[in-house]
């Protein structure tokens, strides 16, 4: 605890006690501290009522602690305020009505709590006010209520706040379409973050040359009609999720030409026909995740938007100094997400790995033989094209695909023996060719070995031990006691996890593998959880 000795220093001007183990009851005496100009007791255990400093503190951070009941009304007559963070609290109960007087408030974080009642113009998100948006202030950088229970349409006076560079409106439940100034209202805005809510309409074609978009979120809701072109605009743009809304549209070919774009998910929409692409065309230069899932995509896979892929081929041709694609507005983190199918499941990535690289084209109607030119791949992650009309072969050139950690084939009409070249991905923890026509015996002597049945069900002319159906001149293994069953399970499910873990030990080819160790746990160290698939 602290004692109400330190409140006899009467000349403090700044008080430093975050990141300790504080705990108990701030003394009230802090309230005499006249000259107190900051003070910091972020990061400790304090519980019980928030206690107010004097009215000349400028900066008050208090976050990450247990602050408990309401906000007092006497926070308003701290004139001087112009930095109050007090987000993960447990403060409830309804906001100080003087709050929006308090002029002089630059930085507000007030998420994570309990609060409710009237919602003012401040940073609330993750708390469970409802009714329409509050208009920013005109002055405002960042604006974010996301995670409420927010309603209506968006107001298209929210477009005054032209020094905007960062609006989360996401998880509430807007409707109506989008004001057509929210794509060209200001050159500062970076990201526009709408997704999970009731939008619909088309989207507004008014993108400007003098934006500056990062990300533009606005997956999950009821958008339709084609793509607005005036994209191209966006020379900044990284990343573009459109997933999950009822867009027709061709595959926006275009999009290749904007020099920065990292990810691009179109998952769940109506766009078909890949056009040719030129070999040489020099598009998505820097691209490391594409999902192109549950669309009516048709035809060959496009082999030369493959080869097109530089930041897959080399994952150093697109890389960033930094771990994560985050973005810092002034003292405040804002972590892009994105939500990616991995070994078969729907996945939010809370934070995006900036060497995380996939391919997503499952759920379309993709004809015709697996382009060898994928094998070029060599930073490829994860490759799901189950759930096509594929056939010919497996190529064995997707044995270059070294850093290779789940493959999904399954649900095509490929057919032929299984590539050797397969077990010798040392990194490979999922694979799926179940549901096809692949003939000929399983490979025995490498990784493919470990594997269970599920990964090759559903290929009538498949043999070898880990089937039902004996090769021939395979001797019958007599049937396995309930003991050995349990050993032999045991066995595989071992050498299954110690050979994933043994790959992740020794690292990616660049030396970086932090991230994927995450998916054999259950909960990954690197901020993911697992959605419910749903419909829009």
């Given at each position: 605890e602290i004692s109400s000795s330190i409140c006899q220093l009467n000349s403090l001007l700044y008080l430093y006690l975050f990141n300790n183990n504080l705990s108990g009851n701030i003394p009230p005496c802090f309230g005499n501290m006249t000259n107190l100009f900051y003070l910091d007791l972020s990061n400790n255990k304090f519980q019980g009522p928030l206690l107010i400093p004097p009215p000349s503190t400028s900066h008050f951070y208090a976050f990450n602690n247990g602050f408990t009941g309401e906000i007092p009304s006497s926070i308003c007559q701290m004139r001087s305020l112009r930095y109050l963070y007090l987000y993960n609290n447990n403060l409830s109960g309804n906001l100080p009505p003087c709050f929006g007087d308090m002029t002089n408030l630059e930085y507000l974080a007030l998420s994570s709590n309990k609060l409710q009642g009237p919602l003012p113009r401040s940073l609330l998100s993750n708390n469970k006010f409802g009714g329409p948006i509050p208009l920013p202030s005109p002055f405002s950088f960042l604006y974010s209520i996301a995670c409420n229970n927010l309603i209506g349409k968006i107001p298209s006076l929210i477009c005054n706040a032209t020094e905007l560079e960062h609006l989360n409106l996401s998880e509430n439940g807007l409707t109506g379409s989008l004001p057509s100034c929210l794509t060209n209202f200001g050159s500062n805005l970076a990201v526009l973050n709408l997704r999970m809510n009731h939008l619909e309409g088309t989207i507004p074609q008014s993108f400007s040359q003098r934006n500056s978009l990062s990300t533009l979120d606005l997956s999950r809701n009821q958008f339709e009609g084609t793509l607005p072109l005036s994209l191209v605009n966006c020379k900044h743009l990284e990343i573009l999720d459109f997933s999950n809304n009822r867009i027709e549209d061709t595959f926006p070919i275009w999009l290749g030409t904007l020099p920065k774009l990292k990810v691009l998910i179109l998952r769940s929409n109506n766009f078909k026909d890949v056009v040719n692409i030129p070999m040489e065309a020099h598009l998505f230069p820097k691209l490391h995740i594409l999902d192109l899932s549950s669309n009516n995509f048709s035809g060959p896979l496009p082999a030369n938007l493959i080869m097109n892929l530089k930041a897959m081929i080399n994952c150093r041709n697109g890389q960033d100094k930094s771990m994560y694609m985050t973005r810092i507005f002034q003292s405040t983190m804002y972590e892009n997400s994105v939500t990616v199918s991995i070994k078969g499941k729907e996945i939010e990535l809370e934070r995006i790995f900036t060497l995380f690289t996939t391919i997503d084209l499952s759920h379309n109607s993709f004809q015709v033989d697996i382009p060898r030119v994928i094998g070029n791949?060599?930073?490829?992650?994860?490759?799901?094209?189950?759930?096509?009309?594929?056939?010919?072969?497996?190529?064995?050139?997707?044995?270059?695909?070294?850093?290779?950690?789940?493959?999904?084939?399954?649900?095509?009409?490929?057919?032929g023996v299984i590539p050797r070249q397969l077990g010798d991905l040392a990194f490979l923890g999922y694979l799926n060719l179940s549901k096809n026509q692949l003939t000929g015996r399983i490979p025995q002597d490498n990784h493919l070995s470990t594997f269970s049945n599920n990964s090759f069900g559903g290929n009538p002319g498949l043999c070898g031990t880990l089937l039902p159906k004996a090769c021939s001149g395979d001797a019958q293994p007599p049937p396995p006691s309930s003991s050995s069953s349990f050993d032999h399970k045991g066995h595989e499910s071992w050498f299954k996890q110690k050979e994933v873990w043994i790959g992740y030990a020794s690292g990616m080819v660049i030396g970086i593998s932090i991230a994927y160790i995450a998916f054999e746990t259950r909960r990954p160290k690197w901020l993911t959880r697992e959605k419910k698939k749903t419909t829009q």
């Open positions: 791949l060599r930073s490829l992650i994860g490759l799901n094209l189950s759930h096509n009309h594929l056939t010919g072969s497996v190529p064995m050139t997707l044995g270059n695909l070294t850093n290779l950690e789940w493959l999904d084939l399954s649900s095509n009409k490929l057919d």
